[in-house]
């Protein structure tokens, strides 16, 4: 599974976490006046985040290492975080694919034989 770049970052809560911490801990520093509320909004996004991730977890057990398709090549946070066996397409999700997208689906369900696309 290759990486390279991605903005997605978010896709996996507990890099989100970790980057709020650090915008919480800057901000903090910049208006130390403000400390207090900086603090309670983060514990507030913790929990979400931490509540959210461990719903996708169980949800994602039902698929375990079922390949599965991207719809986009930006998921690789999430499949890293997630441990999931996926391969990505890049398909607009305003547009219907073409011909030759549809192709090439076909080719790569040859040796990654996926039943369910993220999109």
Known sequence: MGFGSAFTTWLDPKLAVEQARAI?????????????QFEANFAELEKDLVGFDLAVEQT??????APLLFSHPVYQYFERRYGLNGKSVHWEPDETPTAEQWTELEALQKTHQARRMIW
């Open 60 to 65: 994602l057990a039902a698929v375990a290492d």
């Open 24 to 36: 919480t801990d800057a901000l903090s520093q910049r208006w130390p006046e403000h400390k207090p």
